[in-house]
């Protein structure tokens, strides 16, 4: 497998099932809950290394992962410094010499176009929903033995979301697996998911299809001993599905746009408050649906998965499925990988294997 072969070298030091605990926002002074918001901080303990998951509604929604060398690192929250208007240091991992890696997922804008020709290609865009400018509800977290999971979803007050929201279903593991829905995304501990829905918008064009803004922030402490070995990477299949409880056919392929470095840092409370302004920033936009798709307003819903995490990103089988790989630290700081073509893919699957899992 050539992917692995390139990326080599390894982090974490042992294949120890680690130990995941939860928590809701580490260091809260009282009972209440913070003003409109909560952080859940998700950590799994190695052997030698702990794995920080964080993920925070304030701003866009953002799911920040910081490894340590250390069992005993830690999250530290000034909570006053992190409400005010100046977050910046208000979050942290002490002891702060034993973070070797941190990145963050952000997710910052749903943008909205009227496909007049049906070519999905974006363009003539209507006013972007900006993320940090929504609403988010409690993080409604569930924890069980194999599989931390917390759901947020979020509205703005225009007409379009009256019922209708876009969610995040955050998960983290304690091994490698594959979930039941699709795309089945291969993941392992080193790593979380966030699988991201629309739904029950009221489209504002006759024929709208969306297209969704992310951002990758990323920074290490010293300067990787051999940069061409992957630190962290984001990663996804180019399917999108139409319906909640999906089967094969109502997969919709997306496509990405090239990422671009970014010169700010996206505005999310916790990449504010973790990271220093010269954290390496990426962006890029994925689009749903392809010339000749349904729109949007045939099923009212579109959800897509994508894993972040550190170290080497596991790998499905490459002649099964495209995917994309934004990996941070493979000979350049950002290197963006797409394998394969997935409309060819799922055509073929159909027509050849009817409901057959594509794994
Ligand atoms: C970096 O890692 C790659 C793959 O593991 C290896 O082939 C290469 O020799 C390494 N380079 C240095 C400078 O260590
Ligand atoms: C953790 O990493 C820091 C910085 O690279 C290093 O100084 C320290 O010795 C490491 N600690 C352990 C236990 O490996
Ligand atoms: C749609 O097609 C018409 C006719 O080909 C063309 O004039 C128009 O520019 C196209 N609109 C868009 C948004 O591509
Ligand atoms: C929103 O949901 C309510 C309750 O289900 C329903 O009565 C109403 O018609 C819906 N509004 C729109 C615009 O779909
Ligand atoms: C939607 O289509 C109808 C009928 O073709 C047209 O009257 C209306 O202006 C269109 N609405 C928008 C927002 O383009
Ligand atoms: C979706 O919008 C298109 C274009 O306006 C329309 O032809 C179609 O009937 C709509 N579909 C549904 C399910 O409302
Ligand atoms: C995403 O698309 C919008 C609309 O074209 C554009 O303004 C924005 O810069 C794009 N974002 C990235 C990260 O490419
Ligand atoms: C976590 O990553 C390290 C190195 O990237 C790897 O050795 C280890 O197997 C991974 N853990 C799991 C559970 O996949």
Not at 22 to 32: C, D, H, I, Q
Not at 44 to 50: F, H, I, P, Y
Not at 110 to 128: G, R
Not at 137 to 142: C, Q, R, V
């Amino acid at each position: 497998n050539t992917l692995v072969s390139v990326c080599g070298r390894m982090t974490r030091t042992d294949l120890y099932i680690p130990q995941v605990s939860l928590e809701l926002n580490p260091g809260w002074p009282n009972s209440t809950v913070p003003p409109g918001f909560d952080l859940l901080h998700v950590r799994a303990l190695g052997g030698s290394d702990t794995l920080h998951l964080l993920l925070c509604s304030k701003g866009a929604p953002a799911v920040l992962l910081v490894h340590t060398n250390s069992t005993e690192s830690s999250v530290q929250v000034d909570w006053a410094a992190f409400l005010s208007a100046k977050p910046a240091g208000s979050l942290r991992v002490v002891p702060e010499s034993s973070v070797e890696y941190s990145s963050a997922l952000v997710l910052t804008r749903l943008l909205e176009y009227d496909d007049v020709n049906n070519t999905a290609d974006p363009q003539d865009f209507l006013p972007p929903y900006d993320l940090w400018d929504f609403s988010w509800s409690d993080l409604n977290h569930t924890l069980n033995h194999t599989l931390h999971t917390a759901l947020l979803c979020g509205r703005d007050g225009s007409p379009s979301f009256i019922n209708g929201s876009l969610c995040l279903d955050f998960a983290a593991f304690e091994s490698e697996g594959r979930e039941e829905a699709w795309p089945r995304l291969l993941h392992n501990a080193n790593s979380s998911q966030l699988r991201v829905y629309l739904e029950d918008v009221i489209p504002r064009a006759n024929q709208s299809r969306f297209v969704l803004e992310l951002q990758t922030v990323s920074q290490w402490v010293s300067s990787p001993v051999n940069s061409s070995s992957v630190r962290g990477f984001t990663q996804w299949k180019p399917v999108a599905y139409r319906k909640l409880v999906p089967v094969l056919e109502d997969a919709t392929p997306c496509r990405n746009s090239p990422p671009v470095s970014l010169s700010q840092l996206p505005t999310s409370g916790l990449v504010l408050a973790y990271f220093t302004p010269n954290a390496l920033t990426s962006g890029l936009n994925i689009s749903f649906g392809i010339a000749g798709n349904a729109f949007y307003n045939s099923t009212g819903f579109l959800s897509w998965t994508v894993l972040t995490g550190m170290g080497t990103p596991p790998l499905d089988s490459f002649s099964a499925l495209v995917i994309g790989i934004m990996a941070v630290g493979l000979c350049t700081p950002l290197a963006l990988i797409i394998v394969g073509g997935v409309y060819v893919c799922i055509r073929k699957r159909r027509e050849q294997h009817g409901y057959q899992p594509i794994n």
